[in-house]
């Protein structure tokens, strides 16, 4: 019995959490939505959004649905809509700006933030059905954003300014008041990248056309975990799920069970 019993301790302390489902979209004509496999680190094409100009645009996902900022089709002002499939359904014209570069979803307020370039730099929420977009502070700090994210788990607003050395912010959603965590190391000044907060492993992670990094909360150091495939990464949203995975060292574990069982079941015959 204490064999089985180390063996199980042992098995549920080497399982990790990972978050099951990332979401990008690529800059440009016709821009591409792909997914990202957390676990097995496989980029996978949904497809694209046809007749739409992805132009620094920002991507969040709210209740499962994927929104979107600085989207532009032809004949339609409304810059600011949601994703369905591939298909993009226009909401609002983001209250005139052409510059709503980045885009966080909170799941708990049912609300998405973004930062207007064209208005003082001032963080701004927006409802999910487009109709009211609300100043929240009064702006300033002279900083472009590049990326959002939330953290729903801690209530947490992450920002990537666009500069050359990519510092990391958090703002307070009720103050619009940004904080400096630090430098990610990364150059953010071609705006071309995206921030997403996986809230079932709790891991802030990056896209760029390099790859896809973890990012450290506390200091703001970026880390690289694998490619993407060259893709020009515009904005990254993520949908918590989780999955369970086993570590090499549950495998190993596993074996040793296995291995001792058999052994025990020898002796008593």
Do not use: C, W
Request: aromatic share 10%; charged share 10%; net charge negative.
């Amino acid at each position: 019995m204490k064999v089985y019993f180390v063996i199980i301790t042992l098995m549920f302390f080497s399982v990790i959490s990972y978050g099951d489902v990332i979401i990008g979209i690529t800059n440009g004509s016709n821009p591409e939505l792909f997914e990202i496999n957390l676990v097995s680190e496989v980029v996978t094409s949904i497809g694209t959004v046809n007749g739409a100009f992805a132009s620094f645009s920002g991507l969040a996902n709210v209740g499962g649905q994927t929104f979107a900022t600085d989207i532009f089709v032809s004949g339609d002002p409304n810059q600011f809509g949601a994703i369905d499939g591939t298909t993009y359904n226009g909401l609002n014209d983001q209250g005139g700006s052409n510059n709503m570069f980045a885009l966080a979803g909170d799941d708990n307020a049912g609300l998405l933030y973004t930062i207007d370039a064209e208005d003082s730099f001032k963080l701004k929420s927006i409802s999910t059905d487009g109709s009211v977009i609300t100043s929240i502070g009064t702006g300033g700090g002279g900083n472009n954003f590049s990326g959002m994210a939330f953290d729903n788990n801690t209530n947490t607003l992450y920002a990537l300014a666009a500069n050359a050395t990519g510092d990391l912010f958090t703002f307070d959603t009720t103050t619009g008041v940004g904080t400096l965590v630090g430098s990610t190391g990364i150059s953010a000044g071609d705006l071309i990248l995206g921030l997403a907060f996986d809230n079932t492993s709790n891991t802030l992670l990056l896209g760029n056309s390099t790859g896809l990094f973890s990012v450290d909360t506390n200091t703001g150091a970026a880390n690289f975990l694998f490619d993407l495939g060259g893709r020009q990464v515009e904005g990254l949203a993520a949908f918590s799920g989780g999955v369970s995975v086993p570590e090499p060292s549950t495998y190993l574990a596993m074996l040793l069970g296995l291995a001792l069982t058999l052994g025990i079941r020898k002796r008593e015959k």
